[in-house]
């Protein structure tokens, strides 16, 4: 009896060990094909992407949008992508002082066509073209700024946004910080003010008691001797008339000279 329930359970722990083999294999095998189809995705949207062509709009006309550029432009090809600058938001507010358009405006934007081609084909074809559409519209007089950008893909643009966005934020730390400085100078010059204000205050208001009490057994108070140093200076060596002394020859060396020349 012990030799039988001693193989059952040797039998039963061979099937569980079986059984996780095969669980462990699944899931292996499950991995590898997830990798694959994930590999197999990329390598398409990588070729996809050799494809695609990117335009470049140097200015977006007022009250146009993503969607109002999206729709105008997809009826020249297909479309991917759409990025479009935001204005400068002195200027957004310079221009509402002025009365102009005071919704949200744009700079500049880039467009990504599905084949390079078409891109390519669009820019050329409407590059200083009126947008025109219905006379309604509020850009139908504006005309197009588009140019092809050879061999540029939107992971370059990215890159430029994102540096763009991390030089920005640098710049505002900076100002932010330069702020806090000018702030910080500030309250200290404030409560520095404060301080002697309020030591004059008290000095008046003693000078004041002790005027008007004369059997006041406190002292006057008498300001200290500002300390004037004194520098010694060289002074220059002068003769009786005021005038600096010459350097004279000796009689024996004129004498000398003289002879000489004459002989």
């Known amino acids: 009896m012990e030799d039988e329930e001693k ?3 040797e039998a039963s722990l061979a099937n569980e060990r079986d059984d996780e083999g095969a669980e462990e294999e699944k899931r292996r095998w499950r991995r590898e094909e997830r990798k694959k189809k994930k590999k197999e995705r990329y390598l398409r949207e990588l070729a996809a992407a050799k494809k695609r062509g990117i335009c470049y709009l140097s200015r977006i006309p007022p009250h146009m949008d993503p969607l109002k550029l999206r729709q105008i432009l997809s009826r020249y090809g ?3 992508r759409i990025y479009l600058t935001p204005e400068d938001p002195a200027a957004q507010v310079q221009r509402k002082r002025a009365g102009g358009f005071r919704g949200k405006g744009f700079s500049e934007g880039w467009v990504e066509f599905t084949n390079k081609r078409v891109a390519k084909n669009v820019a050329n074809m409407l590059n200083g073209e009126q947008i025109g559409g219905k006379r309604k519209s509020s850009f139908y007089y504006d ?10 893909k939107w ?16 710049k505002l730390a900076l100002e932010i910080s330069a702020a806090k400085r ?3 100078f500030y309250l200290s010059r404030v409560d520095r003010s404060r301080a002697l204000k ?4 008290r000095v008046e208001k003693r000078k004041k008691i002790e005027a008007s009490d004369p ?3 406190n002292p006057p108070e008498t300001e200290e001797p500002k300390f004037v140093r004194q520098i010694p200076q060289t002074r220059p060596v002068d003769d009786n008339n005021g005038q600096r002394k010459k350097p004279k020859l000796s009689k ?12």
Do not use: M, P, V
């Open 198 to 201: 309020a030591i004059t205050e």
């Open 143 to 152: 005309l197009w700024n588009i140019k092809y950008l050879s061999k540029f």
């Open 215 to 217: 059997n006041s057994s």
């Open 155 to 170: 992971d370059d643009l990215s890159e430029e946004i994102a540096f763009k966005k991390a030089t920005r934020e640098q």
């Open 182 to 184: 000018e702030r910080d």
């Open 252 to 263: 024996d060396i004129l004498a000398g000279i003289f002879a000489s020349s004459h002989s």
């Open 78 to 80: 297909d479309l991917e």
């Open 7 to 9: 193989s059952e359970s």
